[in-house]
T-cell receptor, first 109, second 113 residues
Framework: GQNIDQPTEMTATEGAIVQINCTYQTSGFNGLFWYQQHAGEAPTFLSYNVLDGLEEKGRFSSFLSRSKGYSYLLLKELQMKDSASYLCASMDSNYQLIWGAGTKLIIKP | TAGITQAPTSQILAAGRSMTLRCTQDMRHNAMYWYRQDLGLGLRLIHYSNTAGTTGKGEVPDGYSVSRANTDDFPLTLASAVPSQTSVYFC????????????FGPGTRLTVL
């Protein structure tokens, strides 16, 4: 079956760095998305990786290893506003998105 | 621009009643989607539309129907609501298709009693 695994919850300190991991098992692969979702709000797009390697966008970076079925989202210089859930989604060979349940990130001062 | 709007924001519905959740986008996106989000589960696709006039079934389509009469509107109808349809419903759109960034509406919180 198809599956996305990511930690349920993580805690980090303001100003620090945190890495949120995502492993996926899908029938084929056509890319991996990361979305941010603040409590009670809609998900918003963060990144899309289809090739191996690291893509950096300001304080946020996303990494993909297709051979390992693994991705991570790296958040640097954490701010209180980064407290949110981070959703990982893998696109399979039929171009269907398989979503993880999300990782709730709690930032402490 | 407003992006995507959904109505109502929240609703309590008696089991067996019908309801239509409304979704409108002003970005002229071709593709639109309906998801449900339940605690502890990932977003699950209910129905989608790649372009006006076409619709398709997602992962959990039973008990739901959609129509896409024009580019902007993509209503979701529950013909006879059941308690298991209690959820938060998100409408989303993307410019061309599933490989593009999806833009989500604010969601509708539905409780079926």
């Amino acid at each position: 079956g198809q599956n996305i695994d990511q930690p349920t919850e993580m805690t980090a300190t303001e100003g620090a760095i945190v890495q949120i991991n995502c492993t996926y098992q899908t029938s084929g692969f056509n890319g991996l998305f990361w979305y941010q979702q603040h409590a009670g709000e809609a998900p918003t797009f963060l990144s899309y990786n289809v090739l191996d390697g690291l893509e950096e966008k300001g304080r946020f970076s996303s990494f993909l290893s297709r051979s390992k079925g693994y991705s991570y989202l790296l958040l640097k210089e954490l701010q209180m506003k980064d407290s949110a859930s981070y959703l990982c989604a893998s696109m399979d060979s039929n171009y269907q998105l398989i979503w993880g349940a999300g990782t709730k990130l709690i930032i402490k001062p | 621009t407003a992006g995507i709007t959904q109505a109502p924001t929240s609703q309590i519905l008696a089991a067996g009643r019908s309801m239509t959740l409304r979704c409108t986008q002003d970005m002229r996106h071709n593709a639109m989607y309906w998801y449900r989000q339940d605690l502890g589960l990932g977003l699950r696709l209910i129905h989608y539309s790649n372009t006006a006039g076409t619709t398709g079934k997602g992962e959990v389509p039973d008990g739901y129907s959609v129509s896409r009469a024009n580019t902007d509107d993509f209503p979701l109808t529950l013909a006879s609501a059941v308690p298991s349809q209690t959820s938060v419903y998100f409408c989303a759109s993307s410019e061309r298709g599933i490989t593009d960034t999806q833009y989500f509406g604010p969601g509708t919180r539905l409780t079926v009693l």
